[in-house]
């Protein structure tokens, strides 16, 4: 699949084209005091990985156990997106997630701003690519065996084909193929989130992998509570409308999930303290963990 041409726009600001999702419907939310997720199903959502494969892997382990501590259930796991770029073994992080992982009913994989700029400059719009490497990029292409080095001045073609020889095929079809967005139950699952005032069907692909300060600054109701990354934070940041889960793994460290069961939600991080990797359960205020 080639997504469409940036034409006018910033070339590190991507466009992008309205592509599928998956729902899992319930009522439609308002402005939700106490938001569900959909009847026997659980899902676990993760934050922004980048090339953090250390702490997916712990995080994984951690998820798993945490599943296995509760009633037997439909169980989904998402990735948020960016599961590239910036830290050491995005390969390794494309790899898990190339098949379903054991132990989940379902694997989904968001697309972020980071693969949409990868898959569009390897798939015939190569003057992306020294943008994507600026940011982050060049981490990702050594992880596929690809010298830093030998990339930096070379001609957009010269990029294209290295990145293209080095990264297996399957491997940007995961990236490709990515969602756009999960509704889970009155929980609506984005990269980066959405535009206040558009209706959740209407959102542009663009928005949802690259928005930052309309929606950030948004305290309205949204129809839905937004589960996103993409923004890096501290510490997971709730809002009455949005539940933000980027804590920048990839320089702090800390690589964070929610799970939402019915009414109940809660936190499974993954800290690398320095040499060790610890993981740890933190229960939404006032819910049991």
């Known amino acids: 699949m080639v997504l469409p041409a940036v034409g006018t726009q910033p070339p590190w600001q991507g466009a992008g084209e309205k592509r599928g999702m998956m729902w899992f419907k319930s009522k439609t939310p308002k402005r939700l005091d106490s938001p569900a997720g959909p009847k026997d199903k659980r899902a676990y959502a993760i934050g922004d990985i980048h090339g953090r494969y250390d702490l997916l892997d712990a995080l994984l382990r951690a998820i798993k156990q945490d599943a296995a501590d509760r009633p037997n259930m439909e169980t989904h796991l998402i990735s948020l997106g960016d599961l590239i770029d910036r830290g050491p073994e995005s390969n390794r992080v494309v790899e898990c997630f190339s098949k379903p992982v054991d132990g989940f009913t379902a694997t989904h994989v ?19 690519l020294q943008g994507w490497l600026d940011h982050g990029g060049y981490a990702c292409a050594e992880s596929y065996g690809v010298n830093a080095a030998y990339l930096k001045g070379q001609a957009d073609d010269i990029l294209e084909d290295a990145l293209v020889a080095a990264i297996p095929q399957r491997h940007v079809a995961v990236m490709a193929n990515a969602l756009e967005r999960i509704r889970f139950g009155d929980y609506f699952l984005v990269h980066a989130g959405i535009r206040p005032g558009v209706a959740l069907d209407d959102q542009s692909a663009r928005d949802m992998r690259w928005i930052r300060k309309p929606f950030l600054e948004c305290d309205d109701p949204l129809g839905c509570v937004v589960v996103h990354g993409h923004t890096v934070i501290e510490d997971v940041e709730e809002r009455s409308n949005r539940i933000g889960l980027d804590t920048g793994a990839y320089k702090s460290g800390l690589l964070t999930a929610i799970r939402i069961e019915g009414r109940e939600r809660s936190y499974i991080k993954a800290h690398d303290d320095g040499g060790s990797i610890r993981v740890y359960r933190e229960p939404h205020p006032g819910q049991p963990g």
């Not at 968001?110 to 992306?128: D, F, P």
């Open 110 to 128: 968001l697309m972020g701003n980071h693969e949409e700029m990868l898959v569009r400059g390897i798939r015939g719009e190569a003057n992306l």
